[in-house]
């Protein structure tokens, strides 16, 4: 895992040198770290876990990038269930996470 995210932050530092946008399905956490030092402008992140959204807020703070973090239910409602095909099986196995 450590070398996939090492190799994504060589990957984005290499040909993102200008600010761009970074959408992060099924961020959890968002401690990989392959964003620092990169030119993010701003960061999606979505996850159906409300605790790993808690913990990714946390964990981007020190990010100056524009910040969204959303559960993936309340963004299934805003996108009035028009979800991709690729999320479809996930949705419908989707489980309740608590704390």
């Known amino acids: 895992m450590r070398r996939s995210l090492a190799h994504l ?3 984005v530092v290499r040909d993102f040198a ?4 970074f959408l992060d399905i099924a961020c959890g956490d968002a401690s990989a770290g392959a964003l620092t030092g990169t030119a993010i402008a701003a960061y999606t992140g979505i996850d159906f876990s409300e605790f790993a959204l808690e913990l990714a807020a946390r964990n981007l703070a020190r990010f100056t990038a ?3 973090l ?3 239910t309340s963004w299934m409602r805003l996108t009035r269930g028009m979800i991709p095909l690729t999320l479809s099986g996930l949705v419908s196995r989707s489980t309740t996470f608590s704390r």
């Open 9 to 11: 932050h060589d990957v």
């Open 70 to 72: 959303s559960s993936a």
């Open 66 to 68: 524009q910040l969204r």
């Open 18 to 21: 200008r600010p761009f946008h």
